[in-house]
């Protein structure tokens, strides 16, 4: 009998928020961030009248709380000193976000300009030196025996790498199908890869695995084979859950279990599936298939994707939706050839590959984007609410309206104030923005031909 499914692409009924503790008052939230003081010597972002992390606007759903939505209140009431009116939040944030655009723009600010001096290199896995292949498995492990921050969140949080599978996990329906996902998704990439470097001592950049070199055999993969890899396959079960996608065909699938060699063999998630952040004690699962991958990870579909004009079509193109005849798109087939955890789209960063996979989704951005620079290094678009209505229980109300470069992106409290950040300031990965805004958070680049940076030594 089959006890879970892993794709749930529908609400798991019978949560019960009452497992979850409530976090504790005044919890500190990490926030490095320093308000830029202007001419008066007021802070442009006053505490008293913070903007409104958008992403974060939730709306009471009918009927009983879920444990998501109580996560996202809580995080909206802990994120936000003063006192405010959820309610009407969205308009005002918006104008807000506009006036300060303005008045910093009337200022004649260009702080945005420059591009960062010594990026970051990302590069493929396989032009790793063993050595360095070793170091970031080793940062990996780092992060999952480290102990959390957000502990108080959720009892599923016990450890570093938990805070980021939970933020992925409590945030999921405001930022999958959206206009931002691409943008979103960079910054938690970014954040994931200073906490290896700054907390675990990595000193390169997140690999990237490009699934296009593994599309024939993906069960072949370097990346999944060997001492020094992530692991392969999962251990067969017949019974294991199976996506249960529209229109996805069936597969003869040969794992389903825990996986059982490389790195992460005997890693433990604490966090349950879908929105569950109750305790559990559970292995990493994967039933990778071969036929997805021919079909969706050949290189002609990079090739095809790179051919739309303008974000809007790029962003959905790559992404995807949900139709495997037409539209499945590289990161949903990404996801889905490897199943198990990686196809749960809430917990999916509990295996370590989401993070080399979603490297190479921002590679093909950042491809996208440098073959037209000045045309594209700003260009986002498409609707904040989710176009696949999937979730829609979970996410009742999303904003109106279209992704701007003034939209605002936040971590929850993986980053407070420091990662509540425009639109605009993770468009650049070497940190330029248009004049009216701050400079931009990013300073990485350099894939192995793409010119530009330092090429990374290693240890
Ligand atoms: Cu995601």
């Known amino acids: 009998m089959r006890r879970e499914v892993l794709l749930r692409f529908s609400q798991t009924p019978g949560m019960d928020s009452s497992t979850i503790p409530p976090p504790l008052p005044g919890l500190a939230v990490e926030d490095n961030s320093n308000h830029e003081v202007n001419s008066t010597g007021a802070a442009r972002r006053p505490a008293e009248s913070p903007r409104v992390p958008i992403g974060f606007l939730l709306s009471q759903p009918a009927g009983p709380p879920t444990i998501i939505n109580m996560h996202f209140r809580t995080t909206i009431v802990t994120l936000l000193t ?3 009116a959820l309610s009407s939040a969205l308009p005002s944030a918006q104008s807000d976000s506009r006036k300060s655009s303005e008045a910093q723009h009337s200022k004649g ?3 945005g300009k420059e591009q960062c001096s010594d990026p970051i290199v990302r590069r493929e896995w396989r032009h790793l030196s063993m050595h360095q292949r070793k170091d970031y498995l080793r940062a990996v492990k780092c992060m999952m025996a480290k102990p959390p ?8 949080i016990t450890t570093r790498w938990e805070d980021f599978i939970w933020i992925h996990q409590s945030m999921m329906p405001m930022v999958h199908w959206v206009g931002h996902f691409l943008p979103w998704h960079r910054l938690f990439l970014y954040e994931y890869e200073r906490v290896l ?3 675990c001592g990595y000193a390169g950049g997140v690999p990237y695995w490009d699934q296009s070199k593994d599309y024939r055999d993906i069960l072949a993969s370097p990346l999944l084979n060997g001492e020094v890899s992530f692991g392969g396959n999962g251990k067969y079960d017949p019974d294991a859950p199976l996506s249960r996608l529209p229109t996805f065909p069936t597969f003869d699938y040969t794992g389903g279990g825990c996986i059982h060699s490389g790195a992460f063999k005997d890693e433990v998630i604490h ?9 559990h004690e559970r292995c990493l699962k994967r039933n990778i298939v071969r036929e997805p991958a021919r079909e969706w990870l050949k290189p002609s579909r990079e090739v095809d994707v790179l051919k739309n004009p303008n974000y809007e079509r790029f962003a959905v193109a790559l992404e995807g939706n949900l139709d495997w005849n037409t539209d499945f798109g590289i990161h949903n087939a990404g996801h889905l050839c490897i199943e198990g955890d990686m196809a749960d789209v809430f917990i999916s960063p509990g295996d370590p590959l989401f993070y080399v996979f979603h490297a190479n989704i921002d590679r093909i951005w950042w491809k996208w984007q440098q073959a037209n620079p000045s045309a594209r290094r700003f260009d986002v678009g498409n609707p904040i609410a989710p176009r696949v209505p999937l979730f829609a229980d979970l996410y009742p109300n999303p904003p109106p309206g279209n992704v701007t470069l003034d939209f605002e992106l936040t971590m929850g409290p993986l980053g407070g104030n420091r990662l509540t950040v425009e639109t605009a300031r993770v468009m650049d990965t070497r940190g330029t923005t248009p004049d009216e805004f701050e400079a931009g958070l990013l300073c990485y680049t350099a894939w192995p031909g793409s010119g530009g940076g330092k090429e990374w030594d290693g240890v």
């Open 82 to 84: 003063g006192v405010i």
């Open 109 to 111: 600010k260009h702080t």
């Open 149 to 156: 921050k957000l502990g108080s969140y959720a009892e599923g």
């Open 197 to 199: 470097r700054e907390e």
């Open 271 to 279: 966090l349950g599936h879908t929105n569950d952040s109750s305790y």
